[in-house]
């Protein structure tokens, strides 16, 4: 396979995966397809925008004709599909247009994917769409004993001291569907439309769902991003109702070498669960992400903690996610790298460090929407 398109690439975890390729296959034209939304940045991939293997693209997915002239003049093989709107709160708000880009935008790539595709001589042979999605599709679990599934991974995913678990279900690849955010509904229907595209016309698909994640590049509206920059200025954070929801958090390039894994030793059709065995109460990893900022800018402990502000909770907010990826280790042999704490700070040593990347964001437009979303809670 040589030439690869991965969308959404200019955001979060989008630039690891494109630089994680363009870095690790010299051999393979990675073509970076994104619209540049707000959350979109080239400022994420400065490092490699001039390898002779990479290539930026500005173009939307809903644009069918668009996608069918791009896979057809790079000859695209494979597909790595991340472009998406991604932020809970937003689709809380403007579900139009989670609606377009997930569903239509999704649709309209795989339909161009699938008409290039059967116009070459080998037709599907070889190639591949793979769909990034997420754990927020198999709906919210609730809080119950402590008493779940032990972490396989030898690299434990976070310190001795912290449950690994909240309760005693988890999602499997098997959990049934039941979306509950307009967010979620969205990737929901494009994760169906993409098996649905394996099923009617055999075309290769490929889908995985992902825990939360965390690190660098990512949008400072997500919690542990804003935080972060909000501790920096003296500004409140803003928790959810009483903090208690438990979300399973992985650091982004253990999910960017995991895409790579399954893009090239996945089963077709299948479906892996993608996730660190890593679950935090959301008032228990702020605090962890208020010490590791005030250690780092020299504070005292407990100097920050004054900016928790309890707030309004997320309408239709899910209590828990977990998920079980036994079978992507045990399938593939895929385990996270890093300890959640060493993670943790790296990734809040790295916003520290790069403060012109969040302020070029947080200026302008983006300060007036936060303003106003805060000031609506
Ligand atoms: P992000 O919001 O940081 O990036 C999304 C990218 O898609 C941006 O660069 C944006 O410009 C681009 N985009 C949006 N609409 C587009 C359109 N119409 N055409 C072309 N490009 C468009 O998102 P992220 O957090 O990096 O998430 C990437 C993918 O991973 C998404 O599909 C998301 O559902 C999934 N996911 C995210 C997480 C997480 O914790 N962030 C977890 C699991 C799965
Ligand atoms: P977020 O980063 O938006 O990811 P997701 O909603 O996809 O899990 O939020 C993570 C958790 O943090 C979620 O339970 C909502 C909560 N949260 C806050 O308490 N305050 C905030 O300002 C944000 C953005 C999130």
């Known amino acids: 396979m040589k030439n690869i398109l991965i969308t959404g690439g200019a955001g979060f975890i989008g630039s690891h995966v494109v630089r994680l390729f363009v870095n690790k296959y010299p051999d393979y034209h990675i073509v970076n397809l994104d ?14 925008e001039s390898k002779p293997n990479y290539t930026f693209v500005r173009a939307d997915i809903c644009d069918y004709a668009e996608m069918q002239r791009i896979m057809k ?13 991604s932020h809970v709160d937003r689709s809380i708000v403007d579900p139009f247009t989670f609606a377009r880009t997930n569903v239509m935008g999704t649709l309209s790539l795989l339909q161009a994917a699938k008409t290039y595709w059967e116009s070459t001589p080998e037709g599907f042979e070889g190639k591949l769409f ?19 599934i032990e972490s396989p991974f030898t690299t434990t995913a976070s310190s001795s001291q912290h449950h690994l678990a909240f309760g005693r279900d988890f999602f499997l690849e098997t959990t049934k569907y039941n979306p509950h955010s307009p967010y979620s509904a969205a990737k929901a229907s494009s994760d169906h439309f993409v098996r649905a595209y394996h099923d009617t016309y ?48 992985l650091f982004v390039e253990d999910h960017a070498r995991a895409i790579d894994l399954i893009f090239h030793k996945g089963k077709v059709a299948e479906t892996y669960n993608i996730g660190g065995f890593n679950e ?22 407990g100097y920050s903690d004054e900016l928790i502000t309890y707030v309004t909770d997320r309408k239709g907010h899910d209590m828990r996610y977990a998920i079980d990826s036994r079978k992507l280790q045990r399938e593939l042999g895929w385990e996270p790298s890093l ?13 520290l460090d790069n403060q ?15 303003e106003q979303m805060y000031s609506n809670r």
């Open 280 to 301: 935090w109460k959301n008032i228990d990893l702020i605090r962890v992400v208020i010490k590791t900022v005030d250690k780092l800018l020299g504070n005292p402990e």
């Open 339 to 351: 300890q959640f704490e060493e993670g943790i700070e790296k990734t809040v040593k790295w916003y």
């Open 202 to 249: 055999g075309m290769p698909t490929l889908v995985t769902n992902c825990s939360n994640n965390y690190g660098p590049y990512q949008f400072p509206e997500k919690l542990i991003p804003l935080f972060i920059n909000n501790i920096r200025k003296r500004k409140p954070l803003p928790v959810y109702g009483k903090g208690e929801n438990v979300r399973d958090w």
């Open 73 to 85: 003049e790079y000859k695209i093989d494979g597909v790595i599909h991340l472009a998406a709107e």
């Open 35 to 48: 619209l540049l939304t707000y959350a979109g940045n080239l400022a994420n991939l400065k490092d490699i």
């Open 130 to 148: 793979y769909h990034i999605s997420t754990d927020e599709v198999y709906g919210a679990l609730e809080l119950t004993d402590p008493e779940g």
């Open 356 to 370: 012109d990347w969040i302020d070029n964001i947080t200026s302008g437009d983006y300060e007036k929407y936060y």
